[in-house]
């Protein structure tokens, strides 16, 4: 079975613009989150969406907007990129995103480049 | 406001020696995660720990919660080198379905 997919692998955009990731979860899991991971430090909890609603969010500014879709897919966008927005941003699944025992399931990230 | 610390953050060890990572966090939570990070990659699981006592092993690594404590460890035993990489302990918090996580452990394990 395929895992966690995310895309694109790399991106470098410039200060200002805005960027689009995407993520697909594992088959049959209903649960996304997104975290972002600035280098050196653990991940920082960005959204968790299930059944195509938001069911939680992280302390990150407006510009960070995120959704799920039919198929369970998921984007995340943010808006007006500043420098400090260069990060890994990794896309988890689970089967549950409730007070369930499921492991998150990490996918490969996407290494974003704000110049 | 959860917070989760782990240490060392940097561990340089011999292969075949045994070490502990240790990680702390504030408010009660009943489920404790462990993560493994290789360099430029992303996070794979390795335990998830669900009650007060529980202990699982798989291999050379160990993990165990204290809740109580608001402790968990991950002891790796005799180590080997394909164990060096990033250890992440992660808490659940319930009230906003998220992952606190720590900083991480860097572990490198030198023949």
């Known amino acids: 079975d395929a895992g966690v997919t995310q895309s694109p692998t790399h991106l470098i955009k410039t200060r200002g613009q805005h960027v689009t990731l995407r993520c697909s979860p594992i088959?049959?899991?209903?649960?996304v989150s997104w975290y972002q991971q600035v280098l050196g430090q653990g991940p920082q909890f960005i959204f968790q969406y299930y059944e195509k609603e938001e069911r939680g969010r992280g302390n990150f500014p407006d510009r960070f907007s995120a959704r799920q879709f039919p198929n369970y897919s998921s984007e995340l966008n943010v808006n007006a990129l500043l420098l400090g927005d260069s990060a890994l941003y990794l896309c988890a699944s689970s089967s549950d995103g409730g007070t369930s025992t499921d492991t998150q399931y990490f996918g490969p990230g996407t290494r974003l480049t704000v110049l | 406001e959860l917070k989760v610390e782990q240490n060392p953050l940097f561990l340089s060890m011999q292969e075949g020696k045994n070490y502990t990572i240790y990680c702390n966090y504030s408010?009660?939570?009943?489920?404790l995660y462990w993560y493994r990070q290789d360099p430029g990659k992303s996070l794979e699981s390795l335990f998830v720990?669900?009650?007060n006592g529980a202990v699982k092993q798989e291999g050379r690594l160990m993990a165990s919660l204290d809740t109580k404590a608001r402790l968990s460890t991950l002891h790796i035993t005799a180590a080997v080198h394909d164990l060096s990489a990033t250890y992440f302990c992660?808490?659940?918090?319930?009230?906003?379905?998220?992952?606190?996580w720590g900083a991480g452990t860097k572990l490198i394990i030198k023949p």
């Open positions: 720990l669900l009650s």
């Open positions: 992660a808490v659940d918090m319930d009230s906003n379905y998220q992952l606190i």
């Open positions: 408010t009660t939570s009943d489920r």
């Open positions: 088959s049959g899991h209903k649960s």
